[in-house]
């Protein structure tokens, strides 16, 4: 079904740590999105890129998140300083195109339990 | 915010019986998505939908973005359907919006 790559699928850090996720969206899609998903299924949207253009992202991920997607790189998404409260599922999803909708295909996600 | 209101939260099903799953949408959505959380946790796709209905074997799902619904329905229900389904909304070139899921238990 889904060709998203992502690593690791399982992280565990103290808090304070850096914690860092590494995304490759499928192959020729342009488009990349974050979310996170807790305990409860509740599925939070973090951030997206184009390319490398970030198009749209949440306060939370500005003000406690790195993130990025280069060219010919991996897309990463970095936690600068884990609190117990970012023990979640991230999920990284790609898509073909921004401008109209287009159906967007998800990773397995990588387990952050922060201890 | 805008908001996805997934139901019924859990499901029981005989093998062989159906049923539908229901997503109520607060605004105009633009797209619909349905996946299944499959046994090792990933999210697989089942359907797409910018309107009307589509059929996948036992599946069926609608989307009336005018009437802010969508709706996905298990026919001949089968072991192998046990699982969570969830409904995803978006309203143009934006982040999913997601439902809280429908865990869908099919017993002999």
């Known amino acids: 079904n889904s060709k998203v790559i992502q690593t690791p699928r399982y992280l565990v850090k103290g808090q304070g740590q850096k914690a860092k996720m590494r995304c490759i969206p499928e192959?020729?899609?342009?488009?990349v999105f974050w979310y996170q998903q807790n305990k409860n299924n509740e599925f939070k949207f973090l951030i997206n890129?184009?390319?490398?253009?970030?198009?749209?992202q949440i306060d939370m991920t500005e003000k406690r998140f790195s993130a990025e997607c280069p060219s010919n790189s991996p897309c990463s998404l970095e936690i600068q300083s884990s609190e117990a409260g970012d023990s979640a599922l991230y999920l990284c999803?790609?898509?073909?195109?921004?401008?109209?909708?287009?159906?967007?295909?998800f990773g397995p996600g990588t387990r952050l339990t922060v201890l | 915010g805008d908001q996805v209101e997934q139901s019924p939260s859990a499901l029981s099903l005989h093998e062989g019986t159906g049923s539908a799953l229901r997503c109520n949408f607060t605004?105009?959505?633009?797209?619909v998505q349905w996946f299944r959380k499959n046994s090792r946790g990933s999210l697989i796709n089942l359907f797409y939908?910018?309107?009307g209905t589509k059929e996948n074997g036992r599946l069926k799902s609608a989307f009336d973005s005018k009437e802010r619904y969508s709706t996905l329905h298990i026919r001949d229900a089968q072991l192998e359907d046990s699982g969570t389904y969830f409904c995803a909304a978006e309203r143009g070139g934006r982040a999913l919006i997601f439902g809280t899921g429908t865990t869908v238990s099919v017993s002999p």
């Open positions: 890129f184009q390319n490398q253009e970030v198009l749209q």
């Open positions: 999803a790609s898509s073909l195109r921004r401008t109209n909708y287009a159906e967007q295909f």
């Open positions: 192959k020729g899609h342009p488009v």
């Open positions: 939908l910018a309107s």
């Open positions: 605004t105009t959505m633009r797209a």
